[in-house]
């Protein structure tokens, strides 16, 4: 893994850092905010290499994403019904994102 660069996200001034991962055949591009593949490269039948990720055309966009576009999904898939559940005896309270429920991690998302 090599890193492709760092820039400021205007919307809150992190540094936000691009990697990028190969195995010599299949390369990714990823962002570490919310783990945002923004380039798959990956070869067709012929060989010939190709982006297959739908993907913003500014790395800054992807910080303003939110659809969680290219995101990793969340902290866990679907909705928690209510945003709330209890465990080990502990009551716990969500961000509500999705109607009255919590969706792929709340408000914030593991996006961002």
Known sequence: MTSRGVFICRKDRKHVRLYHLTNGVI???????????VKLMVPDKNGRLADVMLGF??????TWNRASFGALVGRYAN???????????????LGKNDGENNLHGGPEGFSQ
């Open 27 to 37: 390369s990714a591009d990823i962002l570490n905010v919310g783990g945002a593949i």
């Open 79 to 93: 909705r928690i019904g209510g945003a709330a559940f209890d465990l080990e005896g502990r009551h716990y309270v």
């Open 57 to 62: 055309r500014e790395l800054e966009e992807y």
